[in-house]
């Protein structure tokens, strides 16, 4: 079990192109091309929209929203 030298990978290549013909694997090429180009459109666009929602201040809640609406907060001063 070495490894293959420069014919036999020739000779794969010479089968393939037989089985498949020149113009499937162009087609197969320029599929290939598309989707990774487009896998990194769609990479680059997330990492747009996780920095747009990192820049966004986050939203504020009004006490109409909170579910203890009737709450009142109020901060405890020790005696000194």
Not at 34 to 59: C, L, Q, R, S, T
């Given at each position: ?11 794969v290549l010479?089968?393939?192109?037989v ?10 090429g320029?599929?290939?091309g ?28 009004t ?18």
């Amino acid at each position: 079990m070495g490894s293959f030298s420069i014919w036999h990978w020739l000779i794969v290549l010479l089968v393939v192109v037989v089985i498949f013909g020149t113009k499937k694997l162009r087609n197969i090429g320029s599929d290939l091309g598309g989707a990774v180009k487009g896998f990194k459109e769609g990479m680059k666009g997330a990492n747009d929209d996780a920095d747009a929602a990192a820049a966004a201040p986050p939203p504020q809640v009004t006490t109409a929203q909170r579910s203890d609406a009737n709450t009142v907060d109020v901060e405890a001063k020790t005696k000194s």
